[in-house]
């Protein structure tokens, strides 16, 4: 019997690898999206050796109902992986409210009440898994990214919290905290200030969206079926 996840934010970088990598074990997946059709059209052309199903799912998760338009179009469900978010870079003195109220409604808001509506899907099985993706700065907490940071806490508070409460019926809930990874987010920095934080690393390199996508695998796996509540940090020994 087929397995079927939802990636939300699956035509970014993250959300790509996470695909092939659960494509490649043999998964059928719910690739959400909002702009990007493109990259997702190209997404589902490639992962199409693996033989699953791959449905495409539109929908705006920065608008108050955006969640209920992605909730309407899952049907078999196993699993969650909450990818789907934004990065916000500068002093908390030039933070507004409108962009403040955008990144918890998308970061914090949204992955709440999305789970909430799909929550009897899982609990019907009595198994499943649910992952979320937060950051070393939920972790840790950066300068000039106040805000970033603090969703990213309470993702991973979500985390936990959710993890006791779903354990009963057989649903594990567990996030990753990805440090400095090699996608576009990065792009506004220059390569001497990626080079200072790759000095920063002790495996000096930064990660790539495979080494993100293979702990979102193992958390999803078997071989993880006594860990919930956890917050599996990979960011090459720059925060422990």
Do not use: C
């Not at 990660?207 to 996508?213: K, L, N």
């Amino acid at each position: 019997m087929k397995k079927f996840i939802l990636i939300t934010g699956a035509s970014g970088a993250i959300g790509q690898a996470v695909a092939f990598k659960l494509a490649e074990k043999g998964y059928s997946l719910y690739l959400h999206y909002n702009q990007n059709r493109e990259g997702i059209e190209k997404l589902i052309h490639n992962l199409e050796a693996f033989e699953g199903e791959y449905i495409p799912i539109m929908a705006d998760l920065s608008l108050p109902n955006g969640y209920k338009q992605l909730a309407s179009q899952i049907f078999s469900l196993d699993g969650i992986i909450h990818n789907a978010g934004q990065a916000l870079y500068g002093l908390l003195q030039d933070l507004t409210e409108d962009d403040l109220a955008k990144l918890l409604h998308v970061s914090v808001t949204t992955p709440l009440l999305l789970t909430k509506a799909l929550l009897p899907k899982l609990i019907m099985k009595r198994e499943g898994a649910i992952i979320v993706i937060s950051s070393i700065w939920g972790q840790t907490g950066a300068s000039f990214e106040v805000a970033y940071s603090t969703v990213k806490g309470a993702q991973i508070s979500f985390t936990k919290a959710l993890s006791k409460e779903l354990a009963p019926s057989g649903i594990r809930v567990n996030a990753v905290a990805p440090g400095a990874v090699e996608t576009p987010m990065l792009s506004g920095f220059s390569p001497d200030e990626l080079s200072a934080v790759k000095e920063e690393i002790p495996l000096s390199r930064l990660a790539t969206p495979r080494d993100i996508a293979n702990g979102v695998g193992f958390l999803l796996s078997d071989d993880s079926s006594y860990i919930t509540g956890h917050v599996l940090a990979i960011n090459g020994g720059w925060y422990m």
